[in-house]
């Protein structure tokens, strides 16, 4: 627009934002993949990939249903399985999201306003996706509510002092926390929405959905202490899940998980996979709705140093892991790590390792990190390498643990594989639809990026 | 029709003129002001003196009520309604209680925040007159707008008009209540 103000000043040196945008393109560009009603192919694709598998999905749930948790593998001892492995898996991944809105907000790096609404997305729906593994597991998914204390006529309530009680808590208020954190920070784009929608039904239901946000000063003020207040709230809360979660393995004596390093490399973890489906959604999405001047480089430069940092922590903890298997002299410890390394799951183990060992030191490399291509394809490495590392914790521990006599070898069955697949299209069917109903980057942090969003910035020469 | 006014509005197209708007129409002596920006300025909530408010104590006090309830609910059930003697281990266990009196407190603090925001913001508003002004709409993309309320004992439609004038505005128009 010709009365636009136009950029005079040099752009941030970080060059988190391509020079040349305006408030009202950042606006008309991010909104315009909301608004238009031109579907790109890609997207077209994504959303039947997806839907095909929650189809998938739907059938391995309706076949367990009927026939029950013996379609699984799971047979004593392990009779964690597939579901647990992917319940930790994908509640790892949900963790970068909080990460990038809590923590990277308290810290102040500005870079994260351009991802932190597509990653509070992907947190939701992890979380979704990692919700159904410990439902369906429970066999009798109908009475889920038996896990909640409330008053009932069989006169019992849950066992407060059990990790997996904890768990329940810890993972309803994650996804409750993440839910209202997303949802404020939608509201002011919501609003743009609202006004900027030619459909009457669009812009009625963006105006519900908005409440009425008119960007007054005093919202705005209220509003800058709600988003402090919540990223201070929901920082604690994104370290202490996946504590929480590891706990349900720390706290049992199973060999192999009785650690007390458990919960920060659950952490770690949780934040490395975390990022690596970050990278895995922004390259493709940025390359294919032309946002290359909003997430830029440099965004997947710095998401790449924190895998590279959380991998390095992960690496150091499983080789403290064998370390402690052999120092501590305890027998059943010492076999388990043996077990693990030469075992029946040897061939896990040993692509695990060079999926987080040996394979993010390669992120050191600028060459790799400022090449989209191979980060993609490295985060992918990073996600199959987590969820190795699930499995082998909880199977090879399971399949072998005091008791020789107990020990089975487990394996995944077709409706293991088709429940996992079924939840990678859960969430790739509501991720499509979030992109394509609500704005992917959040509109109105983009626009603090800019160098005239600046109180006196650009005003002399504007003036002049 | 009846002539209610609710204020006047100016457009402005930068931040910056608006919060020296916001800081001349303060010295002018107007007090009931609003502004609406396409995001967050620190400089306008200090020009327009918006600096207190309730939220952080209201977050805090529910985080306290969380935390409390919580490890009552715990208490409750565990030693008076259903108490268990595991061993002559002591029923009020409470190292084992710490983790979801940590999580309700979580909970209840950050559901404090949002209702607080939406309670201290009056919303959800399903009508405002500063919708009336078809340029409004541009409050949520590129444009700053100033108003001054009807309610501000200095108002008259035509000075408060004229004043806003001098300060270099896009364009000056009146919302309709």
């Known amino acids: 627009m010709a009365d636009e103000l136009q950029v005079t000043d040099r752009p941030a040196t970080e060059k988190?934002?391509?020079?040349?945008?305006?408030?009202?393109?950042?606006?008309?560009?991010?909104?315009?993949?909301?608004?238009?009603?031109?579907?790109?192919?890609?997207?077209?694709?994504?959303?039947?990939?997806?839907?095909?598998?929650?189809?998938?999905?739907?059938?391995a749930v309706g076949v367990l249903l009927v026939k029950g948790v013996g379609i699984w593998g799971i047979r004593t001892p392990v009779m964690w399985g597939f579901a647990i492995t992917n319940f930790v898996w994908w509640?790892?991944?949900?963790?970068?999201?909080?990460?990038?809105?809590?923590?990277?907000?308290?810290?102040?790096?500005?870079?994260r306003n351009s991802i932190n609404r597509f990653a509070e997305a992907m947190t939701l729906f992890a979380v979704a996706c990692a919700g159904m593994f410990p439902l369906l597991h429970l066999g009798r998914p109908w009475l889920f509510y038996w896990l909640f204390p409330y008053p009932n006529t069989m006169g019992i309530e849950p066992n407060f002092r059990s990790p997996l009680v904890w768990d329940v808590f810890a993972v309803s208020t994650y996804a409750t926390v993440s839910l209202l954190f997303w949802y404020v920070g939608l509201m002011p784009d919501l609003?743009?929405?609202?006004?900027?929608?030619?459909?009457?039904?669009?812009?009625?239901?963006?105006?519900?959905?908005?409440?009425?946000?008119?960007?007054?000063?005093?919202?705005?003020?209220?509003?800058?202490?709600?988003?402090?207040?919540?990223?201070?709230?929901?920082?604690?809360?994104?370290?202490?899940?996946?504590?929480?979660?590891?706990?349900?393995?720390?706290?049992?004596?199973?060999?192999?998980?009785?650690?007390?390093?458990?919960?920060?490399?659950?952490?770690?973890?949780?934040?490395?996979?975390?990022?690596?489906?970050?990278?895995?959604?922004?390259?493709?999405?940025?390359?294919?709705?032309?946002?290359?001047g909003l997430i830029t480089d440099k965004h997947l430069d710095n998401s790449a140093k924190v895998m590279l940092a959380t991998g390095l922590i992960v690496g150091y903890a499983y080789i403290l892991e064998a370390f402690t298997g052999w120092y501590s002299g305890n027998v059943y410890e010492h076999a388990v790590t043996v077990n693990r390394m030469t075992g029946p799951y040897a061939v896990e183990y040993w692509t695990l390792v060079l999926c987080n060992i040996v394979a993010p030191n390669f992120l050191w490399f600028k060459k790799i990190r400022g090449t989209p291509a191979l980060l993609f394809v490295w985060s992918l490495i990073v996600l199959v390498g987590m969820w190795l590392e699930r499995y082998m914790i909880i199977v090879s521990s399971l399949a072998q643990d005091n008791l020789v006599s107990s020990?089975?070898?487990?394996?995944?069955?077709?409706?293991?594989?088709?429940?996992?697949?079924?939840?990678?299209?859960?969430?790739?069917?509501?991720?499509?639809?979030?992109?394509?109903?609500?704005?992917?980057?959040?509109?109105?942090?983009?626009?603090?990026?800019?160098?005239?969003?600046?109180?006196?910035?650009?005003a002399g020469e504007e003036r002049g | 029709m009846s002539h209610r006014v609710h204020g006047v509005i100016a457009e402005f197209d930068n931040p910056t003129a608006l919060v020296e708007a916001a800081r001349a129409a303060r010295q002018k002596g107007y007090r009931k002001l609003d502004a609406y920006s396409p995001f967050p300025i620190e400089e306008l909530s200090d020009a327009l003196?918006?600096?207190?408010?309730?939220?952080?104590?209201?977050?805090?006090?529910?985080?306290?009520?969380?935390?409390?309830?919580?490890?009552?609910?715990?208490?409750?059930?565990?030693?008076?309604?259903?108490p268990i003697n595991i061993g002559g281990r002591p029923l009020d266990s409470w190292p084992a209680y710490i983790t979801i009196t940590f999580e309700t407190t979580i909970l209840f603090a950050a559901l404090a925040a949002v209702l607080g925001l939406l309670g201290l913001c009056g919303l959800p508003m399903p009508y405002h007159p500063v919708f009336n002004v078809p340029r409004f709409a541009l409050a949520s993309r590129n444009r700053f707008f100033l108003c001054i309320e009807a309610t501000d004992p200095l108002f008259d439609v035509e000075k408060t008009a004229g004043f806003l004038k001098t300060l270099e505005p896009q364009e000056v128009s009146e919302v309709a209540d």
Do not use: C
């Not at chain 1, 069955?413 to 639809?433: E, N, P, S, V």
């Not at chain 1, 979030?434 to 109105?444: N, T, V």
């Not at chain 2, 409390?68 to 030693?79: A, D, E, N």
């Open chain 1, 91 to 111: 509640i790892g991944i949900g963790h970068a999201g909080t990460l990038i809105s809590a923590i990277l907000l308290l810290l102040n790096q500005r870079w």
């Open chain 1, 16 to 59: 988190i934002i391509a020079p040349g945008y305006t408030f009202g393109s950042i606006t008309d560009q991010i909104s315009t993949v909301v608004l238009t009603r031109k579907t790109p192919v890609f997207w077209m694709a994504g959303f039947g990939l997806g839907l095909v598998l929650l189809l998938l999905f739907l059938l």
């Open chain 1, 407 to 458: 020990w089975r070898v487990f394996q995944g069955t077709r409706w293991d594989w088709a429940t996992y697949l079924g939840t990678i299209g859960l969430f790739l069917f509501l991720f499509f639809l979030f992109i394509r109903l609500l704005p992917m980057i959040s509109i109105f942090e983009v626009r603090t990026l800019l160098p005239h969003a600046k109180v006196g910035a650009a």
């Open chain 2, 49 to 82: 003196h918006l600096h207190h408010n309730r939220l952080p104590l209201i977050v805090l006090v529910g985080g306290i009520i969380g935390g409390i309830s919580g490890y009552l609910l715990q208490y409750f059930v565990t030693v008076l309604y259903y």
């Open chain 1, 191 to 292: 609003a743009t929405l609202r006004d900027r929608a030619g459909n009457p039904v669009a812009r009625l239901v963006y105006g519900v959905m908005a409440m009425g946000w008119r960007g007054s000063a005093r919202h705005w003020s209220v509003y800058e202490t709600a988003s402090l207040l919540l990223a201070g709230i929901a920082t604690p809360l994104v370290l202490s899940v996946h504590t929480v979660v590891s706990f349900d393995f720390t706290i049992a004596i199973v060999p192999g998980w009785h650690s007390t390093f458990f919960p920060p490399y659950f952490v770690a973890g949780a934040i490395y996979s975390g990022f690596a489906m970050v990278l895995a959604l922004a390259i493709p999405l940025r390359s294919v709705y032309g946002l290359k």
